[in-house]
């Protein structure tokens, strides 16, 4: 069953842009799936439609088979969202704000209080359930957003963002409680910048650029498409500039550190074996970027050319 | 017997809980200062200027502006009440929240409206508690005096939502109260009979709906009236019925709220 079923999804905004043009996407139920896109490529416009934020122009979107337009209150039944931006009334407690929200979604009180507890503890937001929620930390006001989205026990959990300006520290436990709701059961939606966390977290992946998906399949497949991955070397001496690498292209960033592209088909063996050859030791190695990140500006730019 | 809750009526409960608890939480702002106001109104306009006027509409001046000062506290506070607070949870996007539910959308609007409704009728209850100290009051009808206070501030809070609904800054919501909402209640019969008016104005003051709302009321405390208590509800009513309607089709179209 698809927990999310988009058909040719346009949105065109009053100022005549187009945000969507023709958008189909499914996510299935139990899924952990990436939305990535750079800045202003449609996430939000499609986030926004899905959560009833903002109007679709045409298209069809069905969450775990109820028809946004037809059955809206039933799939708004089955959505958390958590918001990119800070969306709460940063006047009330976080007590108030996710018993409340439960409230929206038909919890009564008294289960609502009894999953406050069992949510911000888990966030590590217990203590603070009292305290005016504008003096949280930016963490701690993420987190408590996810809390009030998990109130009512969606379904499918979008998350948009829910690690931007986190420390990795945080961001690590918010993985882990999110990895917990995917395994209970909960199909989660995520995007973020930050590729290295939607390679870690999640197994299916749509990438939407320009209001269009340009690629849709699983993590594995898509980084089964990297061909060539680049290596940063530092190494023990200055390179000299007549310096031949066959089979590799390289830039030079500093007298003593090289960055080289180095092809799936070759092993890194032929490189090291190259830099011996010519003197050179390499004291240290990093990739440049992660995996996917380094594929998605790839395919971003390909688009964008 | 099934007594599991009904989810929307939960969450009608929730919105109402929600702005009960804000207006007590600032009451500084919401409740003492229309107490303090109106204190100053009946000292001077009740108590120092009204003794030169003597009697107004076969009441004694005090007792005349009472139900008209109670009426404006009540249409001033509810209006404001929705305006803020709705225009507020719009502005830093908090409204959100209540939209991505499944509420729908006559809820949100019956929520909303029993919050605004609530505050006006604690600050009408504050300002009537004020006038006891000044006048001696009696109520003639009760039935009458009750529901036309309600609708009237049912009213003024759907007036308060689609303000909210349209504005875009914070000097949006203060342009109706000031160049509307209050000239329209002073000239709405609070201080003055309308038959103190020559034909003409007489004629104009029946186009203000204001004039209708302070008078059902003051029928309902003194039992005099400027006009007949039937026109009364009808005015109000039929207000009523177009308000509400008209805050449905902006909530459905998202006007507003959703781009």
Sequence with gaps: ?305 | MNTTPNPTWIGYQTIVIKEVKRILRIWGQTLVPPAITMTLYFIIFGNLIGKRIGTMGGLDYMSFIVPGLVMMSVITNSYGNMVSSFFGAKFAHHIEEILVSPLPDAVILAGYVTGAVFRGLMVGAIVTTVALFFTHLQVHNPWITVSIVLLTSVIFSLAGFINAIFARKFDDIAIVPTFILTPLTYLGGVFYSIHLLPDFWQKVSLFNPMLYMINGFRYGMHGVSDLSIGTAYTVILGFLVVLAAISLWLMKKGVGLRT
């Excluded at chain 1, 180095?262 to 190695?285: H, I, T, W, Y």
Aim: glycine share 8%; proline share 3%; with cysteine.
């Design chain 1, 1 to 305: 069953m698809h927990a999310l079923d988009i058909q040719q999804l346009r949105k065109t905004y009053k100022n005549g842009v187009e945000a969507l043009k023709g958008v189909s996407l499914q996510v299935e139920a139990g899924d952990f799936f990436a939305l990535l896109g750079p800045n202003g490529a449609g996430k939000s416009t499609l986030i926004g439609i899905i959560s009833s934020l903002v109007n679709l122009t045409e298209g069809e979107v069905k969450v775990f088979g109820h028809d946004l337009r037809t059955a809206r209150r039933q799939a708004k039944q089955c959505i958390g969202l958590v918001p990119q931006e800070i969306n709460f009334n940063q006047f009330e407690t976080p007590l108030d704000i996710v018993v409340n929200q439960a409230g929206y979604y038909g919890v009564p009180r008294k289960l609502a209080h009894e999953r406050a507890e069992r949510f911000l503890t888990e966030l590590d937001l217990w203590h603070k359930r009292d305290q005016p929620s504008r003096g949280l930390s930016g963490g701690m006001k993420r987190r408590l957003m996810i809390a009030r989205a998990m109130m009512h026990h969606p379904r499918l959990l979008i998350l948009d963002e829910p690690t931007a300006g986190v420390d990795i520290e945080i961001r690590r436990s918010m993985w882990r409680f999110m990895r917990g709701l995917n395994e209970d059961g909960t199909t989660v939606i995520l995007t973020t910048h930050y590729l290295e966390e939607a390679e870690q977290m999640c197994r299916n992946v749509a990438i939407i650029n320009h209001g269009e998906i340009i690629e849709h399949t699983t993590i594995k497949q898509l980084l089964g498409k990297l061909d060539v991955e680049t290596f940063i070397l530092d190494l023990d001496r200055p390179v000299t500039d007549g310096l031949q690498l066959e089979g590799y292209e390289y830039r030079r960033l500093d007298a003593q550190t090289l960055e080289v592209d180095v092809p799936k088909a070759r092993a890194l063996n032929g490189l090291f074996r190259q830099l011996e050859e010519q003197q050179l030791r390499v004291l240290s190695m990093r990739n440049k970027a992660n995996r996917l990140e380094e594929l998605f500006l790839r395919m971003t730019d390909q688009e964008a050319a």
